[in-house]
Structures are given as structure tokens and as C-alpha cells.
């Protein structure tokens, strides 16, 4: 993609796309619709991405509390805990996203992957 970009984009060019930047690259070989498949092509990805990950996470959140190791609460809510973990997800997904932006909500994972895995190794 790197390639992609700066074979078709100046640094100028590039730093005002800003996120649009591989967009912009399809614009001189295919004009606006390239640029619109490609950010058609890049929403599609990201929203199979987050499902994928929402489901995993879910999914190994369920399996702890099976195991006990995370405390569970069902709020009155029916069917199993990975159907309520799955709802526990989403919904701190959501409020991470409206109150910190990506790069925040990115940084904290590190931090408590760091943490996570601090704790878990011995000396």
C-alpha cells in the first residue's frame, strides 16, 4: 500500500488526504470511482473486522467466566453468558469510542495488554 500511495501521490498530496491517502492513490487510474470502491472496499473491512473481534472477544470473556476468573451479572437479561458477554462488549466498545478517539482506545489496550502480561510472567 505504501508503494501504491507514494508511487501515485505527492508528500503534499498525501498529507492532505490525510486517511483518505490509498483512496486518493485510485483517483489518477480509476477517478471517482476508484476513490469510492476503495472507500467502499475499506468500510466493509473495518466492519468485518470489529464483528470478528467483538465475537472473539466475547467469546474468550464468556470462557473465563465459566472458568470463574471474571465476575458475571446477567442484569435480567435472557439467554446464555456468551450472548451477554457479547452485549457487554458492544456496549463498552460503544462508550470507549464516544468518549476517547481511536488512537486513545488503541493506547489503553496496549496498556493493559502490557499490564496483563506483566503480571502473568514470573521472575
Known amino acids: 500500500m505504501t508503494l501504491a500511495v507514494g508511487s501515485?501521490?505527492?508528500l503534499e498530496e498525501i498529507l492532505a488526504a490525510k486517511n483518505y491517502s490509498l483512496a486518493e492513490a485510485a483517483r489518477p487510474l480509476y477517478g471517482e470511482w476508484g476513490v469510492r470502491s476503495t472507500?467502499?472496499?475499506a468500510i466493509v473491512a473495518t466492519v468485518s473486522g470489529i464483528?470478528?473481534?467483538m465475537f472473539a472477544v466475547s467469546r474468550m470473556l464468556?470462557?473465563?467466566?465459566e472458568m470463574k476468573l471474571v465476575p458475571h451479572k446477567h442484569f435480567g437479561m435472557p439467554g446464555d453468558?456468551?450472548?451477554?458477554?457479547?452485549?457487554?462488549?458492544?456496549?463498552?466498545a460503544g462508550v470507549l469510542t464516544v468518549v476517547f478517539d481511536v488512537?486513545?482506545?488503541?493506547?489503553?489496550?496496549a496498556f493493559f495488554i502490557s499490564l496483563w502480561i506483566?503480571?502473568?510472567t514470573t521472575v
Open 8 to 10: 501515485s501521490l505527492t
Open 39 to 41: 472507500v467502499a472496499l
Open 51 to 53: 464483528i470478528a473481534s
Open 62 to 65: 464468556a470462557m473465563l467466566t
Open 81 to 92: 453468558i456468551q450472548k451477554h458477554t457479547l452485549v457487554y462488549t458492544a456496549v463498552l
Open 103 to 109: 488512537s486513545r482506545v488503541a493506547a489503553l489496550g
Open 118 to 120: 506483566c503480571s502473568s
